[in-house]
C-alpha cells in the first residue's frame, strides 16, 4: 500500500494494529533545532526556522524517522498567524507558512521512503526502521500560551479577560489551514489547561475539521495539568470529543508519567500517547534549560516497558530528547513485541 492511499483513509486502531501494537512517536524538535546550531531565542521558537532554516527542521524530522519515529511533528508547535504577523508578515504569507511546516514533514517523510527502497538493512539490527512502514505527518498545534511566550504554556495561568471565546478565535484560523495541508492528524501539544482544551474540542467540532486529533497536557505535579485543572477532567473533554483519536502527556518529566497515565486511563478507552521531555527544568525567566535536573537516556528508557505497561501504545520524547532517546525507545518496544523479527511492514 502507498503511504497516499493509507493516509487518506487510516484510524487510529488500524495504524497502531500495522505498527505492532504501539508506535513511536519523534523527540523534542525546537531542542534538537538548538542542539544543531539554531538560535530559536525569538518569539516564534521553532517556527523561526520555517523562514531561516527550513532544511534544517526536514533534517531533523529524518534523523528521528531514521531513529525509528512512526509519527513526526511539524514545526508549527509556535507558529501562528498572529505570531507571524506580529513580524510584518501579511495574512497570506503567515497561512503559507503554517502549510510550508507540514509540506517540510512529508517532504522528510517521502526522502525516508526513498532510501527505505533502496536499502533494506538500517545498521541498528532491525529491519522495521527501515521498511515502509505507516508513518504519520501531524501536525503541532501549541497553545495560546506558547504564543504569548511568556512561560504560561508552564502555568496555563491566561486571567480572567482570556475566554473560551478568545481562545477559540485564537486558534480558528490556524487549526483550518493546518487540517487542509496534507497532514494526518492535529497534535495539540503541552495543553495547559482545561479552558483550551475545550476550545480545541469546540473548534473541531463546529468547523467540521476534516483530520483526527489528539490532545496531549502537561503537568509538573504529577497530578493535575500546569493550570491545576485536573488531568481527569481534561482527559474526559479529549474523550468525548469524536475527532479525538488518542490522549495523553508531553513535555513532563518521566518520573510523573506512569501515574498520569493511570489518571487518563481512568476517563477514556482511547489510546494513550506519553512523550515526556528529558527531566530538565526549563527556567522561563532565563529562557534556558536547566541542565543536571534530568535524566539520562538509559534512565529515560529504563522506564519505556513500565509505561507500555501501563497502559500507553504511543511513546516518544518531548524537549531535550534526541534521536539517541528515539533509537533507544525504539530498540525498547521491538524487543518486547512480536514484532521483534523483522516483519514486511
Ligand atoms: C514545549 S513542548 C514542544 C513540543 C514540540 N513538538 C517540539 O518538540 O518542539
Ligand atoms: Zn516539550
Redesign the pocket.
Known amino acids: 500500500m502507498n503511504h497516499d492511499e493509507y493516509s487518506s483513509s487510516w484510524t487510529m486502531s488500524d495504524f497502531l494494529q500495522k505498527s505492532g501494537g504501539y508506535a513511536v512517536i519523534d ?5 534538537e533545532l538548538e542542539r544543531h546550531g539554531a538560535d530559536l531565542n525569538d518569539p516564534l521558537w ?1 517556527a523561526k526556522c520555517l523562514i531561516s532554516s527550513p532544511h534544517l527542521i526536514r533534517t531533523v524530522h529524518l534523523d528521528y524517522l531514521e531513529a525509528g519515529a512512526d509519527i513526526i ?1 511539524t ?1 508549527s ?1 509556535q507558529a501562528t498567524i498572529q505570531g507571524f504577523k506580529a513580524k510584518g508578515l501579511s495574512g497570506k504569507e503567515s497561512e503559507s507558512l503554517l502549510q510550508k511546516s507540514v509540506q517540510i514533514a512529508c517532504e522528510a517523510r517521502d526522502m525516508y521512503y526513498e532510501r527505505a527502497s533502496e536499502c533494506s538493512y538500517d545498521g541498528i539490527g532491525n529491519k522495521r526502521v527501515l521498511n515502509k512502514r505507516p508513518i504519520l505527518v501531524a501536525a ?1 498545534v ?1 497553545s495560546y500560551g ?1 504564543y504569548l511566550a511568556d512561560g504560561s ?1 508552564y502555568d496555563g495561568n491566561y486571567g480572567d479577560t482570556v475566554t473560551l471565546t478568545t481562545l477559540k478565535e485564537f486558534h480558528r484560523r490556524r487549526v483550518q489551514v493546518l487540517a487542509e495541508s496534507g497532514a494526518d492528524l492535529i ?1 495539540f ?2 495543553i495547559p489547561n482545561k479552558l483550551e482544551a475545550q476550545a480545541y474540542a469546540e473548534l473541531l467540532e463546529e468547523d467540521d475539521i476534516k483530520i483526527p486529533a489528539w490532545f496531549s497536557f ?1 503537568s509538573k505535579d504529577g497530578l493535575n495539568v500546569v493550570s491545576g485543572d485536573p488531568l481527569s477532567e481534561c482527559a474526559s473533554i479529549a474523550d468525548s470529543c469524536k475527532k479525538v483519536v488518542a490522549v495523553g502527556i ?2 513532563t518529566p518521566p518520573r510523573f508519567i506512569r501515574g498520569l497515565i493511570s489518571s487518563v486511563q481512568k476517563v477514556t478507552t482511547k489510546p494513550i500517547l506519553i512523550y515526556p ?1 528529558s527531566g530538565e527544568t526549563y527556567d522561563a525567566d532565563r529562557k534556558e534549560w536547566v541542565q543536571s535536573t534530568g535524566v539520562s537516556d538509559e534512565d529515560f528508557v529504563s522506564y519505556v516497558n513500565i509505561w507500555r505497561e501501563a497502559g500507553a501504545s504511543l511513546i516518544g520524547g ?2 531535550r530528547t534526541t534521536p539517541n532517546t528515539i533509537r533507544a525507545i525504539y530498540k525498547v518496544l521491538s524487543a518486547g513485541s512480536s514484532d521483534a523479527q523483522p516483519s514486511s511492514k
Do not use: H, M, Q
Not at 27 to 31: P, Q, S, Y
Open positions: 523527540g523534542g524538535l525546537a531542542t521553532s511533528i514545526a508547535y503541532s501549541g506558547a504554556e497534535a501539544e503541552t502537561n508531553n513535555c521531555n518531548c524537549c
